[in-house]
Each structure stands twice: as structure tokens, then as C-alpha cells.
């Protein structure tokens, strides 16, 4: 089995900046993706970013050039550096991981269990 944990949420004010990580830890031989998820009340969960093996990132239009995705693969840990937040991204956001548990297993995903941000004056 493998865990993410996530840390970094809270309240900031609009315009701020928060940093999110996710470490993945268990039965990990690889993970092709990590990446964040989040979901405002009332609406469906959206993709935010997403790092693949290899460095390849992709973001949502609207968060790019506001928000950075980086990993520290030693570490099996995600990054989310989110910078001039705007009320309207208030949610909850879910780190996300497709691993491999062996040479040899299927991908498997697995979520995190979500942290807050809160943007509010």
C-alpha cells in the first residue's frame, strides 16, 4: 500500500502565496505521475498541475504562470508553489500519484487525503 500525505494549507490573503507538499511513502517501486487535484465546494475536482517521470509538467490555463509544480523524486515528494492566489481557488486540494509497486505490477493510483486552502481577506 502506498500513502501521501499532504501539508501546506491555510489561509493566505489574496494575492499571497502558499507552498503544498506531498510525500508518498510504502510500497513504492516507481511513480510515473504525481500531481494535484483540487475541488472547490459545489463544483467537480479539477486538475491543477501534473510532473511526469522525465520532468514534463502540465497546468490548468488558469493557473499557469502562477503556480509551479516540482518533485524531489529522492524523496517521493511534490511540490505545489502557488503564488498571487485569488479568492475563487478556495478548495480543497488532493495530491495524486500513479506508482508502481514492483518491476513487474500494474499502476496503481492513489490520492491523498486533501488540505484546505482558504483565500480570504
Known amino acids: 500500500q502506498v500513502q501521501l500525505v499532504e501539508s501546506g494549507g491555510g489561509l493566505v490573503q489574496p494575492g499571497g502565496s502558499l507552498r503544498l507538499s506531498c510525500a508518498a511513502s510504502?510500497?513504492?517501486?516507481?511513480?510515473?505521475?504525481m500531481d494535484w487535484y483540487r475541488q472547490a465546494p459545489g463544483k467537480e475536482r479539477e486538475l491543477v498541475a501534473i510532473s511526469r517521470n522525465g520532468g514534463n509538467t502540465n497546468y490548468a490555463d488558469s493557473v499557469k504562470g502562477r503556480f509551479t509544480i516540482s518533485r524531489d523524486n529522492a524523496k517521493n515528494t511534490v511540490y505545489l508553489q502557488m503564488n498571487s492566489l485569488k479568492a475563487e481557488e478556495t478548495a480543497v486540494y488532493y495530491c495524486h500519484a500513479i506508482v508502481a509497486t514492483s518491476k513487474v505490477s500494474p499502476r496503481y493510483q492513489f490520492w491523498g487525503q486533501g488540505t484546505q486552502v482558504t483565500v480570504s481577506s
Open positions: 510504502g510500497s513504492i517501486y516507481s511513480i510515473d505521475v
